[in-house]
């Protein structure tokens, strides 16, 4: 479908809505663009709205445990706020935590907030991710879900700039279950996967 002249091509696997390749913006332009964006670290409304994904997260984290902000940004109020809850914290961000050293580290848990609908090309992320988790680690997302195809035209999150995948609670269970993780949904835009522990992996081999 196209869109106020973007053309929109739907996954027939997972269902994600993605632009066309050839109209994704560079990363310079991404960087330029989300530096418009008022994300302090210290900012109450931005901490609340990542609490989102922070509650139901540190509810399932063992104490101490070794983390990764995945897609961090200029402000990285997330991994503070983890940091404050007693975890350590690594970062990365190809515009703005570029230390690509880190991807060869493994974690506890890897959070994404507001970064899949910024990914060209999610399955290789996702695939590497998986490599950075320890068994039994968790990978918290989130992102806007897309609901229904009537109001794709006119949702905001579509309208961004940046924003050149957007994904349904089905496709995120899709991922999931495609690569043998199990995912949970606490809350509306937020989804929790958990790799398989050791002993997972122990119990189903024949």
Same mark, same amino acid.
């Given at each position: 479908m196209t869109v106020d002249g973007q053309r929109y091509w739907r996954c027939g696997t997972c269902e994600a809505t993605f632009l066309d390749p050839s109209q994704r913006p560079g990363l310079a332009e991404e960087r330029a663009h989300y530096l418009t964006h008022e994300n302090a670290v210290d900012d109450p409304g931005y901490r609340g709205f990542l609490a989102k994904l922070a509650t139901p997260l540190l509810e399932r984290l063992s104490p101490n445990a070794n983390g990764l902000d995945f897609g961090c940004g200029p402000g990285p109020a997330l991994a503070a706020m983890l940091r404050e809850a007693g975890h350590k914290m690594a970062l990365y961000d190809p515009a703005f935590a570029p230390d690509e050293a880190v991807l060869a580290e493994q974690f506890d848990f890897i959070t994404c907030t507001e970064v899949l609908e910024h990914l060209h090309e999610p399955a290789r992320v996702f695939d590497r991710l998986a490599t950075m988790l320890r068994p039994g680690g968790w990978l918290g997302l989130m992102t806007s879900f897309q609901t229904d195809d009537a109001r @794709? &035209?006119?949702?905001? /999150? *579509? *309208?961004?700039? #940046?924003?050149?995948? @957007? /994904? *349904?609670? &089905? #496709?995120?269970? *899709?991922?999931?279950e495609t690569r043998g993780w199990r995912a949970e949904f606490p809350v509306k835009d937020v989804a929790l996967m958990r790799m398989p522990a050791d002993q997972d992996a122990d119990s189903s081999a024949p």
């Amino acid at each position: 479908m196209t869109v106020d002249g973007q053309r929109y091509w739907r996954c027939g696997t997972c269902e994600a809505t993605f632009l066309d390749p050839s109209q994704r913006p560079g990363l310079a332009e991404e960087r330029a663009h989300y530096l418009t964006h008022e994300n302090a670290v210290d900012d109450p409304g931005y901490r609340g709205f990542l609490a989102k994904l922070a509650t139901p997260l540190l509810e399932r984290l063992s104490p101490n445990a070794n983390g990764l902000d995945f897609g961090c940004g200029p402000g990285p109020a997330l991994a503070a706020m983890l940091r404050e809850a007693g975890h350590k914290m690594a970062l990365y961000d190809p515009a703005f935590a570029p230390d690509e050293a880190v991807l060869a580290e493994q974690f506890d848990f890897i959070t994404c907030t507001e970064v899949l609908e910024h990914l060209h090309e999610p399955a290789r992320v996702f695939d590497r991710l998986a490599t950075m988790l320890r068994p039994g680690g968790w990978l918290g997302l989130m992102t806007s879900f897309q609901t229904d195809d009537a109001r @794709f &035209a006119t949702w905001s /999150y *579509r *309208r961004e700039p #940046t924003h050149v995948v @957007f /994904y *349904r609670q &089905a #496709t995120l269970a *899709r991922i999931a279950e495609t690569r043998g993780w199990r995912a949970e949904f606490p809350v509306k835009d937020v989804a929790l996967m958990r790799m398989p522990a050791d002993q997972d992996a122990d119990s189903s081999a024949p």
